[in-house]
């Protein structure tokens, strides 16, 4: 079945920087689609980013335009999120989820790891 | 601000039928981009409800349905049952933001 595991999330000073990384399993990885989508404490969700099945296509959101690097490892089924120049407002539960088209379609979602960014 | 306006709330009585609005512009659910609802349960990652405008995924019940109309789009949910008690988002895709684009989220309460 598929498997969206995430992990990296913690606490982390303002300005610090965090790695997130989500390990797929349950399907060909390489050729979906993949997106980070994020949910703040008490508030709905928020597209972050989005990273075609080659790695040659990516958006960002403009609140984390220059600030976040996505990126996967098809040969490792792995998707990547590198936050840096962290601030409060980026506290969130994180997810990575599966698009089935370009504009969307997010049919699996992890379990979701939990980012603090706290002095 | 979300792009996708939705009721923060709404609430109905076990077996009646409720419908959650999702309103947007010409430049998402009006320039005829595909809608999706998730589901939410408390403590858990959202799930896909409905996607292209009105269709479900295989396990989903048909108590769930999804209709769009202009720039507008909603879910309806028949013979309500206390596990539908959740929160429910839509999502389209925006092109002057080239970004998917969420709704506020909905609190359905199951009374």
Redesign the interface.
Same mark, same amino acid.
């Given at each position: 079945q598929v498997q969206l595991v995430e992990s990296g999330g913690g606490l982390v000073k303002p300005g610090g920087s965090l790695r997130l990384s989500c390990v797929a399993s349950g399907f060909t990885f390489s050729d979906y689609y993949m997106s980070w989508i994020r949910q703040a404490p008490g508030k709905g969700l928020e597209w972050l980013s989005y990273l075609s099945s080659s790695g040659n296509t990516i958006y960002y959101a403009d609140s984390v335009k220059g600030r976040f690097t996505i990126s996967r490892d098809n040969a490792k089924t792995s998707l990547y999120l590198q936050m840096d120049s962290l601030r409060a407002e980026d506290t969130a539960v994180y997810y990575c989820a599966r698009a089935t088209t370009r504009r969307g379609r997010y049919d699996y979602w992890g379990q979701g790891t939990l980012v603090t960014v706290s002095s | 601000q @979300?792009v996708l306006t939705q009721p923060p709330s709404v609430s109905g009585a076990p077996g009646q039928r409720v419908t959650i609005s999702c309103t947007g512009s010409s430049s998402n659910i009006g320039a005829s &981009?595909?809608v #999706?609802w +998730?589901q939410q349960l408390p403590g858990? /990652?959202?799930? *896909?409800l409905i +996607?292209?405008d009105s269709n479900r995924?295989s396990g989903v019940p048909d108590r769930f349905s999804g209709s769009k109309s202009g720039t507008s789009a909603s879910l309806a949910i028949s013979g309500l049952q206390a596990e539908d008690e959740a929160d429910y &988002?839509c #999502? @389209? &895709?925006d092109n002057s *933001? @080239? /970004? @998917?684009?969420?709704?506020?989220?909905t609190k359905l309460t199951v009374l």
């Open positions: - | @979300s &981009y595909d #999706q +998730y858990t /990652a959202p799930k *896909l +996607y292209g995924p &988002y #999502q @389209s &895709y *933001l @080239s /970004a @998917s684009v969420f709704g506020g989220g």
